[in-house]
C-alpha cells in the first residue's frame, strides 16, 4: 500500500487464555481488518531504533533482516505469516527513509499472507499477551493508536493455564499472581487513556457476541459486518497451515488449545471453575486476585479461608513474581545487540 497513513494499527492486550485469539479470528472475517498471527517484533526492536518518528536507511535494512532471524520457541515469528522472502526483500527497498517507526511496523504486518489476501485492509491488529505490560512504550508510537483488552475471568483462566502447563512454574500462587499482574497493568492502561481502551470480557463475548462484536466495530469506527459471526466458517485453512508448519509437539498442543476456534462459540466451557476448581486453590485464587477480579465484575464465591502461613508465603512469593516480570519487562526494553549477547550466552537458540 502506498499510503501507510491511510492504515490504522491498533493492539489487542490480555493475558494468554483470555479469548484473544478468539478475538483475532473475529476480526479477521471484517473485511477491511487484518490480524496475523502473533509476532513480537515491535517490541523486540523498539529500542534499536534511534529516532521512532524518523528511521534512517541502514536501520530500516539490519531491522528488516533480524525479523526474518528470530525464531522463538513458542513460534511467536514471522515463520508462519506465510511471507515470501524474496518479495518481502524487494518491498524493504522500496521503503523510503525517515518513515516512522509506527509506519514501519503496518509496512511489515502487510507483508503477510494473510495481508496479501486481502484488498487493502484499512485496520491492522497486533495481538500480543506481552504487550499487556508494555502499554506506555506502544503508546510512544503513536497517539491515535486503540487497545482491545480482553478480560477473563481469573478462576477460569487460572484452570487454563494451568492445564496446558503455560507457565515458567504451574503451581496456583505463580497463574493467579500472573492474571493480577497483568491485569493491574490493564487497569492501569483504562485509567490512564479511557477514551483509547476497549475492554472485552470473554463471558460477555460468549454471551452476547453480536453485541459485543457491534461494540468493538463502533470503538474502531468500522461498520459491522455479518460474516464476523461466521467467523469459524473461515478459520480452518488457516489454522490448518498453521498447525503444519509447527513441530510435532507444538502441533499437538497448539491444536489442543485451539481446536474450538475452528467451531462456532459454545458457552460449555464457561464458569468450568464452579466445576473444577477446588477449595483451597479457589480460596487462593480469589485472595489473589479478587480485587483486579472485582475492577471487571467478578465476584467472590469462595467460603474458605487460608491460614496464615500461606498468607505468608504469598507475600513472599509475590516478590519473586514481581522481580520476574521486572526481568522480563527489562530485557525487552533493552537494546536488541544485548539481547542478542545475552541468548548467545545463555545459548538460547530461539532468538538469534
Known amino acids: 500500500m502506498d499510503n501507510l497513513d491511510e492504515v490504522k494499527l491498533n493492539f489487542i492486550i490480555g493475558i494468554g487464555r483470555s479469548g484473544t485469539t478468539l478475538l483475532t479470528k473475529i476480526l479477521n472475517t471484517h473485511p477491511s481488518i487484518i490480524s496475523n498471527p502473533e509476532s513480537r517484533f515491535i517490541l523486540h526492536f523498539f529500542r534499536s531504533i534511534n529516532n521512532l518518528n524518523s528511521i534512517t536507511q541502514k536501520e530500516i535494512i539490519q531491522v528488516s533482516e533480524d525479523i526474518l532471524k528470530i525464531k522463538e520457541s513458542d513460534y511467536t515469528d514471522l515463520r508462519i505469516w506465510d511471507i515470501n522472502k524474496a518479495i518481502f526483500k ?14 514501519f511496523s503496518k509496512h511489515i504486518h502487510l507483508q ?23 502499554f506506555n512504550e506502544l503508546e510512544k508510537l503513536n497517539p491515535d493508536i486503540k487497545y482491545i483488552a480482553m478480560v477473563r475471568d481469573y478462576r477460569d483462566n487460572i484452570l487454563s493455564r494451568l ?65 464476523m459471526l461466521e467467523y469459524y466458517k473461515n478459520t480452518r485453512s488457516e489454522y490448518e497451515k498453521n498447525i503444519e508448519s509447527l513441530q510435532p509437539k507444538k502441533s499437538k498442543l497448539y491444536e489442543a488449545m485451539h481446536k474450538r476456534l475452528t467451531k462456532p462459540i459454545s458457552k460449555d466451557y464457561l464458569y468450568n471453575w464452579k466445576k473444577n476448581m477446588n477449595a483451597y486453590d479457589l480460596a487462593v485464587s480469589e485472595y489473589i486476585a479478587g480485587l483486579e477480579g472485582k475492577y471487571f465484575g467478578y465476584g467472590l464465591f469462595s467460603s474458605s479461608s487460608i491460614p496464615i502461613y500461606v498468607k505468608v508465603f504469598i507475600l513472599f512469593y509475590k516478590q519473586y513474581v514481581n522481580l ?24 538460547r537458540k530461539d532468538i538469534l
Open 163 to 227: 492445564k496446558y502447563k503455560m507457565d515458567i512454574h504451574n503451581n496456583i500462587y505463580f497463574a493467579a499472581l500472573k492474571w493480577s499482574y497483568f491485569n493491574k497493568k490493564i487497569i492501569a492502561a483504562i485509567e490512564k487513556c479511557p477514551d483509547k481502551v476497549c475492554v472485552v470480557r470473554y463471558e460477555d463475548l460468549v454471551n452476547n457476541t453480536k453485541a459485543e462484536v457491534d461494540k468493538i466495530c463502533h470503538f474502531i469506527n468500522v461498520p459491522f459486518d455479518k460474516s
Open 324 to 347: 520476574y516480570f521486572f526481568f522480563i519487562e527489562s530485557y525487552f526494553r533493552s537494546p536488541y545487540y544485548i539481547r542478542k549477547i545475552i541468548n548467545t550466552i545463555l545459548k
Open 90 to 103: 524487494k518491498a524493504v527497498k522500496n521503503i523510503n527513509p525517515q518513515i516512522t517507526y509506527y509506519n
Open 112 to 134: 503477510s499472507g494473510l495481508a496479501k489476501r486481502t484488498n487493502y485492509p484499512s485496520i491492522i491488529f497486533d495481538k500480543n499477551p506481552p504487550y499487556t505490560l508494555f
